[in-house]
C-alpha cells in the first residue's frame, strides 16, 4: 500500500523545516528530458505544465500547471513520481525517485556514479535540497573504541583540554561522539582505564 507525503506526515512528526515556511526562496527549474512538461523546485516539488500552452522562452508564470503527487512505495524510503511522455504516440509513464530527481537538477558536481543519501535520514518526505547529500554524510561515533585508544584520549585531555577547540579536536581526530568524549572526561564511562604515571628517569 502506498501512501502519500501528506500522509506520511500525519503518521509521523512533521518536522519543523516542513511546518514554518523557508527562510529561502522556492526556485524552479525544467527537469531534464522533460523540457517545458515538468519543473522541479530546490524544495522537492514537482509540477506538470498543461502542453496546450507554450511558454514563450522560459516564462512559465502564465503557463496552467498542477502539483505532482508523490507516493511512498515503502515506509522510510524516499518517496516517487509518476512522469510521463509521448513516445510514437503513446503515452509512456515512468516511475522516478523524487529525491534522485531533485539531486540531478539541483546538486552542484553532481555524479550519477555517487549514491543519494538524506542528511537525516529520519525525515523522508523532505526531499529539498537542504536534505539530500551526495553520498553518505560522515557521522560521528564510527570508532570502536579500545583500552589504548582510550588511554591516549585521557592523556591528551589532561595536557591539552583546558585549550578552546581542543576536544572538537579530539572528536575529529577520534572520529567519536562529543557525549562519548564528555563521558570520558568524566569518568563516567572507561573508569578502569588510567593513565600511567611518568616514570622520573635518574
Given amino acids: 500500500m502506498s501512501l502519500s507525503v ?16 523557508f527562510h ?36 512559465y508564470r502564465r503557463v496552467p500547471w498542477k502539483m505532482v503527487r508523490a ?23 515512468k516511475l522516478v525517485n523524487l529525491k534522485k530527481l531533485v539531486a540531478e537538477n539541483w546538486l552542484r558536481n553532481y555524479d550519477p556514479n555517487k549514491p543519494v543519501d538524506f542528511r537525516n535520514p529520519k525525515h523522508p518526505w523532505d526531499c529539498s535540497i537542504m ?9 560521528r561515533g564510527t570508532t570502536l573504541l579500545t583500552d589504548e585508544i582510550v588511554r591516549e584520549i585521557k592523556k591528551e585531555l589532561a595536557e591539552h583540554g583546558h585549550k578552546r ?11 567519536i561522539h562529543r557525549a562519548t568524549l564528555w563521558k570520558i572526561n568524566k569518568e563516567i564511562n572507561w573508569k578502569h582505564v ?7 628517569i635518574l
Fill in 194 to 200: 588510567q593513565i600511567e604515571p611518568e616514570k622520573d
Fill in 165 to 175: 577547540g581542543y576536544k572538537a579536536y579530539l572528536t575529529r581526530k577520534y572520529d
Fill in 24 to 59: 529561502w526562496r522556492e526556485k524552479w527549474k525544467d527537469v531534464k528530458g522533460y523540457e517545458g512538461r515538468y519543473l522541479v523546485s530546490n524544495r522537492g516539488r514537482v509540477k506538470k505544465l498543461d502542453d496546450s500552452h507554450k511558454p514563450t522562452g522560459s516564462d
Fill in 71 to 93: 507516493y511512498f512505495i515503502t515506509e522510510h524510503v524516499s518517496p516517487y513520481i509518476k512522469l510521463s511522455h509521448k513516445e510514437n504516440g503513446k503515452l509512456v509513464q
Fill in 131 to 139: 536534505n539530500i547529500v551526495q553520498g553518505k554524510p560522515r557521522s
Fill in 6 to 21: 501528506s500522509q506520511m506526515t500525519k503518521k509521523f512528526k512533521t518536522p519543523l523545516l516542513l511546518r514554518r515556511k
